[in-house]
């Protein structure tokens, strides 16, 4: 899925600033509480981790990016509950506004509507039976497709190619794990890219390395 989640490696944001050695972890005693109501909504949601990106990628823009980091959690974390009718499209605005003092109703309480999803093991490795398709050293080229759905495939690696460093545990993979469609094991593999090879001539000279599912993946011929 394309949207302003997808924004790694585009123009225009201004320079990285890594964060300082006693930089709090939440800054704002609000980010903590938005932190665990993410947690807790996946839970109570019945989605999975892939799903609550999923849920992060849906946003609009506004949703994403004025409200900062934890603020993109909360707003994901109460489209997961709209999504699975735990909460009615409009409850958290209406309930925002009577404890303002306003006098609005609030919309009913649901019927649940869960996935009917049972993960087959705990966390996120599983086994295959096949061996990888691609070796270390191999080059290989990310596919340039734009998935309706969920992947985590970057955008700014579509198309180009890159050389295999690292062959990963096989794992479930995002792109119907967050559609509650399978888990899909698959090896993962770290591939280096050059700087060049993504932006061009006129890049500063270093390597890129980005974890991807092998069916992200193709020869280069």
Do not use: C
């Amino acid at each position: 899925m394309d949207g302003i989640a997808d924004m790694g490696g585009t123009p225009g944001w201004g320079p990285t600033h890594p964060p300082g050695r006693d930089e709090p972890v939440f800054a704002e005693p609000w980010q903590g509480r938005a932190f665990a109501l993410a947690l807790l909504s996946q839970g109570v949601s019945g989605f999975n981790v892939d799903a609550f990106r999923h849920a992060v990628e849906r946003l609009n823009r506004s949703a994403y990016l004025d409200q900062g980091y934890f603020g993109r959690w909360l707003n994901a974390a109460e489209l997961m509950l709209t999504d699975s009718a735990i909460l009615a499209p409009g409850a958290i605005d209406a309930r925002a506004r009577n404890l303002r003092g306003e006098h609005v109703e609030e919309p009913p309480i649901p019927r649940p509507a869960k996935p009917d999803y049972t993960p087959t093991a705990p966390g996120s490795l599983r086994p295959v039976d096949t061996p990888p398709a691609f070796a270390v050293g191999e080059r290989v080229r990310a596919k340039n497709i734009s998935p309706a759905g969920h992947t985590r495939l970057a955008g700014y690696v579509r198309g180009h190619t890159g050389t295999v460093q690292l062959i990963q545990p096989s794992a479930l993979l995002p792109d119907t794990h967050a559609h509650f469609r399978g888990e899909n094991p698959q090896y993962v593999y770290t591939v280096r890219f050059d700087s060049h090879e993504l932006w061009g001539d006129d890049a500063e000279p270093f390597d890129v390395t980005i974890e991807l599912f092998e069916s992200y993946l193709e020869k280069t011929t």
